[in-house]
Each structure stands twice: as structure tokens, then as C-alpha cells.
């Protein structure tokens, strides 16, 4: 069954370094998803693309990160300059259509601690 | 704006008893609704999904949801609690018009008493 996959699993850096998480989305998906989840608190939404640019993002999506789809498999999040608070567990997700057409699939997580 | 509330962020049933999760949302627009269960240490799955159509929707593992506009609920169940459902089960919201995020609720994590 296809499935989303994400590298890393788990990602350890410094404060102020970049991190690019990695994404392979559902290859006939055409919507991708960032969402993240802080430990123990809600899946909160991140940015949503679609048609190579940016259909919507959240007010956590400040400048400290981009998304891009470098090529036709990857989706890949970047934060520029992390923080402390940026420790989360981040969830690729796509979907074939958008969200109101159905569901979206969800990777098994990038887990980020920033130190 | 839409908004997911799940009453309850721990609950505990025993083994073979009811399993009830409670999920309200609040909409401006008829929204689509669903339920992700989440096992230790892995992502997002889909339990179950309402759209369009019959209010109640049957999904994996003997859960079902109804769906109830007058009461803006959207409630998981399941007959007999098994151990294996032990996990954190979060419901979700969809606009239908337009945006292009779901919204999660905080999560309810079950355990299963033997």
C-alpha cells in the first residue's frame, strides 16, 4: 500500500542551525501538508501546497521556514535558524485531492529536538 | 473559524466495555469530520471519515462516528474495548469551502484496563 515516508525519524541539533526535513508524498498526490505536534499538546497545521507554491499557511509558519518540491517525489520543510520551541514532532501529509475531497495520508513523523 | 474541542484528554475503560470519545466542532459551513488514532511512536491513521451522506460512518478496528448537526458532536465508539486500542485518538474538521487545512482537536489518549 503506498504509503507517505519521512527522513529523518528523529534529528538532533543546535540552536540557530538549519534543518531540512524530508518528505516523499503518495506519488499521484497533488496536495502536501506540514503539520507538527509539540509533545503531548494537538496536531497543529503548518502549510499546505499545492501547484508548486503555497495554498495556505498558518501563523506558525513565519519566515523562519520554506517549503519546497525541489523535484517531482520530495517535499521537503526547512527551518532556517532553529529554536528551542521548534521541538516538535513534524508530519508530512498529502492527499489526492484537496482536503475537502477526502482524507489526507500522513507519514510516521521527523522528530525534532533543538538543544 | 473552525474549532475542534475533545472532552476528556485521558480516558480509561476496561477491557470489552464501551469505548466512547466525544467530539464537538464548531463550523460556518457544513464541514467534513474525522477521527485519527495515533499509536505510540507513530504517525496519523484514519479511523473513519463523514463527508456527504449517512450521519453514521463504520470504520477500521469496530469503530464508528455519527454525525449530529443539532448537536454539533461527532462522537467515536466502539462496542468492547480491546487491548490493542490503546493509543491517542484525535478528531478533526475540514472546511468544505475552500481552505485547505484540517483542524485537530487536543487528542484523547484511551487505555485499556484488563
Redesign the interface.
Known amino acids: 500500500e503506498p504509503e507517505?515516508t519521512q527522513t529523518p525519524s528523529h534529528q538532533v541539533t543546535q540552536m540557530g542551525q538549519e534543518v531540512i526535513l524530508r518528505c516523499v508524498p503518495i506519488s499521484n498526490h497533488l496536495?502536501f501538508?506540514w503539520?507538527r505536534q509539540i509533545l503531548g499538546?494537538?496536531?497543529?497545521?503548518l502549510v499546505?501546497f499545492?501547484n508548486n507554491e503555497i495554498?495556505?499557511k498558518?501563523e506558525i509558519f513565519d519566515d523562519q521556514f520554506s517549503v519546497e518540491r525541489p523535484d517531482g517525489s520530495n517535499f521537503t520543510l526547512k527551518i532556517r535558524s532553529t529554536k528551542l520551541e521548534d521541538s516538535a514532532m513534524y508530519?508530512c501529509?498529502s492527499s489526492r485531492g484537496?482536503?475537502?475531497t477526502?482524507?489526507?495520508?500522513?507519514?510516521?513523523?521527523s522528530r525534532l529536538t533543538v538543544l | 473559524a473552525q474549532s475542534v474541542t475533545q472532552l476528556g484528554s485521558h480516558v480509561s475503560v476496561s477491557e470489552g466495555a464501551l469505548v466512547l470519545l466525544r467530539c464537538n466542532y464548531s463550523s460556518s459551513v457544513p464541514p467534513y469530520l474525522f477521527w485519527y488514532v495515533q499509536y505510540p511512536n507513530q504517525g496519523l491513521q484514519l479511523l473513519l471519515k463523514y463527508t456527504t451522506g449517512a450521519t453514521l460512518v463504520k470504520g477500521i478496528n469496530g469503530f464508528e462516528a455519527e454525525f449530529k448537526k443539532s448537536e454539533t458532536s461527532f462522537h467515536l465508539t466502539k462496542p468492547s474495548a480491546h487491548m490493542s486500542d490503546a493509543a491517542e485518538y484525535f478528531c478533526a474538521v475540514s472546511s468544505t469551502s475552500g481552505t485547505y487545512k484540517y483542524i485537530f482537536g487536543t487528542g484523547t489518549r484511551l487505555k485499556v484496563l484488563a
Open positions: 507517505v496536495y501538508y503539520y499538546q494537538k496536531v497543529e497545521f499546505s499545492y495554498s495556505e498558518s508530519f501529509a484537496g482536503p475537502n477526502g482524507e489526507l495520508f500522513f507519514g510516521e513523523g
